[in-house]
T-cell receptor, first 113, second 114 residues
Framework: EAEVAQSPRYKITEKSQAVAFWCDPI?????LYWYRQILGQGPELLVQ????????DSQLPKDRFSAERLKGVDSTLKIQPAELGDSAMYLCASSFQTGYEQFFGPGTRLTVL | AQSVTQLDSQVPVFEEAPVELRCNYS??????LFWYVQYPNQGLQLLLK??????LVKGINGFEAEFNKSQTSFHLRKPSVHISDTAEYFC????????????FGQGTTLQVKP
């Protein structure tokens, strides 16, 4: 069964360091989403891609966060520099097209010390 | 603005008892509604969804939910829970326009006791 892959599963870093997360969506899925889930809260959309184009990054803190999906397949989310408040689960999801069911990966749990 | 409110942060229940997890939403446009389950340190799995048609929707693992437009609610129910249902449950909405963005509630922890 096709799944969304994410790595690493866990990341511990110190404040002011740079971190990067990787996501490989289900093959053939054109739409890719990055969500952030703070402990005790529901996920919140950070950025949505349609193929290689960003269609929604209104909630992405652009001073420190960046996201890319260069060939319209896998994607990388970067934080530089990391802050204590960035500690969270970062979830990647993909769907066949916008509006279709979203399938979630296992997430990357980030701890910033 | 659209929002989702899950009325209970924790719901303890004994095994084989029925359970209801409550969800209210707010939106000025038509919405699609979803329930997801999240087990510890895992991603989200779709339980069920309401897109249109019958207001009673059935999902996986014996769960069902009823869409009530007049009360703007989408409560999740199961007639008999198992220990394995212990997890975090999230209600979410998506606007009916051309957007994929899901807006989630804060989550409800279902604790099934033996």
């Amino acid at each position: 069964e096709a799944e969304v892959a994410q790595s690493p599963r866990y990341k511990i870093t110190e404040k002011s360091q740079a971190v990067a997360f990787w996501c490989d969506p289900i093959s053939g899925h054109a739409t890719l989403y990055w969500y952030r889930q703070i402990l005790g809260q529901g996920p919140e959309l950070l950025v949505q891609f349609q193929d290689e184009s960003v269609v929604d990054d209104s909630q992405l803190p652009k001073d420190r966060f960046s996201a890319e999906r260069l060939k319209g397949v896998d994607s990388t989310l970067k934080i530089q520099p990391a802050e204590l408040g960035d500690s969270a689960m970062y979830l990647c999801a993909s769907s066949f097209q916008t509006g279709y069911e979203q399938f979630f990966g296992p997430g990357t749990r980030l701890t910033v010390l | 603005a659209q929002s989702v409110t899950q009325l209970d942060s924790q719901v303890p229940v004994f095994e084989e008892a029925p359970v209801e997890l409550r969800c209210n939403y707010s939106s000025s446009v038509s919405v699609y509604l979803f329930w997801y389950v999240q087990y510890p340190n895992q991603g989200l799995q779709l339980l069920l969804k309401y897109l249109s048609g019958s207001t009673l929707v059935k999902g996986i693992n014996g769960f069902e939910a009823e869409f009530n437009k007049s009360q703007t609610s989408f409560h999740l129910r199961k007639p008999s829970v198992h220990i394995s249902d212990t997890a975090e449950y999230f209600c979410a909405l998506r606007g009916s326009g051309n957007t994929g963005k899901l807006i989630f509630g804060q989550g409800t922890t279902l604790q099934v006791k033996p």
